[in-house]
């Protein structure tokens, strides 16, 4: 196992760095999703003219094969490792932002919105997996949190670049950092459960000390995973009955519950609407006396600081509060903007207050991004047990990208049908349903290990 010598850096600066190629290629897939942003409004200056059904179909295709790359991925990072799932990925990540740099017809765009869409799927499971595999249980939120930054990075680079040069010139851009990530990750060590789920345990044990040191209580933790994952190797190879018996059990069932009604809930409050469609609904939102590039640019940027907020707080604070707070803004924003295009349309004038949807449209976006956009993806990382890790992370994802699709491609017949004032009003009021579920059953995971957090779900009646 080729990686760098550790004993030079300390355990904080290693696990920083384990982290730092999957924040790398998931900027470049963050680009994704704000690339139709820029890319639908260019079009339509091009000889390549698309209608409303066509925009849907382009802004939507990356997200479509999202939950296929899902499955893939689930089953690639238990057979070739969580880090060499993310080092494979980035072959066709490349390759999908090389056909969008040279596509010259509708059918190459679709194909590299595909391609780039895929690999969104691809990393869905084994990222928050790896991340928190290697990380310590009190770097491990602020780690995690990292990666809703480099989405929301990747959406800010892709909308600024694209605001100034052709989209041809963004998707070549996009391309840099994957490959940069496969450099960073020929260093870094693989994934100890992994390694001991193969049984290679001393391995298994040096990448443990890679990333966490020896002190007495990542030593204690060690020594747990090791005699976990022993005693599932040495346990017979189970039939299709035995491991649908072991998917029912409370420890899985109860965590994957929750994890998919967080992710539906975060893809139905609608960010990923406003972020594939952004510069229409600013639009229709905002009117024509606001610049729609400027209020996209302003938007993004809030979203960037609200991440590295997000990374902050949830290294202070507990995953319930801040899945409360983050609820409860977002339904209110949601909420405010919703009455205000409703109250536009019996009283004109008022139009004139661009600074009312804008203020809600940016108190919308740092609420839902310093709670939802993070929590789901970090807690899919914490809460599944070690035997059933990758099926949980896999089905969990999967249901965040069905949930994805479902959002993007909905979006322009739900404006053109219920206007934007009855679709925000949607997307709020299932951002409440869903906060108050959460608030019932959402459970602590901070600064707990792993084999704990496993333990308190078979505990729970």
């Not at 679709?110 to 997996?129: E, I, K, Q, S």
Request: net charge positive; charged share 15%.
């Amino acid at each position: 196992m080729k990686i760098l010598d550790h004993t030079r850096f300390s355990p904080p600066l290693r696990q920083t760095y384990v982290a730092f190629g999957p924040i790398l290629i998931t900027t470049s897939l963050g680009m994704t999703e704000g690339f139709s942003a820029i890319l639908l409004p260019q079009l339509n200056a091009t000889s390549l003219h698309i209608d409303e059904e066509m925009s849907s179909w382009i802004a939507s295709m990356a997200a479509l094969p999202m939950a296929l790359g899902c499955i893939l991925g689930g089953i690639l990072m238990e057979k070739i490792g969580r880090k060499g799932t993310h080092m494979l990925t980035c072959v066709p990540c490349v390759l999908g932002w090389m056909v969008l740099y040279f596509a010259n017809s509708i059918g190459m765009i679709l194909a590299g919105r595909f391609l780039t869409g895929f690999c969104v799927g691809l990393l869905g499971p084994p990222t928050g997996v790896y991340m928190s595999e290697t990380s310590e249980p009190k770097y491990r939120g602020f780690l995690l949190a990292a990666i809703s930054f480099a989405i929301a990075l990747g959406l800010f680079l892709s909308h600024l670049i694209g605001t100034f040069i052709s989209w041809q010139n963004t998707a070549l851009a996009c391309c840099s950092f994957p490959i940069i990530c496969i450099i960073c990750m020929i260093f870094a060590p693989e994934s100890p459960t992994w390694l001991a789920k193969m049984g290679r345990i001393e391995e298994a044990k040096a990448a443990f000390r890679w990333c966490r040191g020896d002190c007495d209580e990542a030593t204690k933790e060690l020594d747990v995973l090791i005699n976990r994952q022993t005693l599932l190797n040495i346990e017979e190879k189970k039939n299709f009955l035995e491991i649908i018996k072991d998917l029912q059990k409370p420890e899985f069932t109860k965590p994957l519950v929750i994890i998919v009604i967080f992710f539906i809930t975060c893809q139905w409050a609608g960010l990923n609407a406003i972020t594939f469609y952004s510069v229409s609904i600013i639009q229709l939102t905002l009117g024509g006396t606001f610049d729609e590039y400027l209020a996209m640019l302003i938007i993004d940027t809030i979203r960037v600081f609200m991440s590295i907020f997000a990374c902050i707080l949830l290294k202070k604070l507990g995953r319930r509060p801040l899945a409360i707070i983050s609820g409860t803004g977002t339904f209110v924003s949601l909420f405010i903007l919703s009455s205000f295009t409703f109250a536009v349309k019996f009283y004109p004038g008022i139009s004139a207050y661009t600074f009312v949807p804008l203020i809600s449209l940016i108190t919308y976006v740092a609420f839902i991004t310093v709670g939802f956009v993070p929590l789901p993806w970090t807690m899919m990382g914490e809460v599944f047990p070690l035997a059933n890790r990758g099926m949980g992370s896999g089905i969990s994802a999967l249901s965040a990208y069905v949930a994805f699709f479902s959002v993007v491609k909905t979006t322009p017949s739900m404006f053109g049908r219920f206007g934007p004032e009855g679709s925000f009003f949607i997307y709020g009021m299932l951002a409440l349903v869903g906060t108050i579920i959460l608030i019932l059953f959402l459970p602590e995971t901070k600064d707990k290990p792993l084999y704990q957090i496993e333990d308190n779900f078979k505990r729970k009646k």
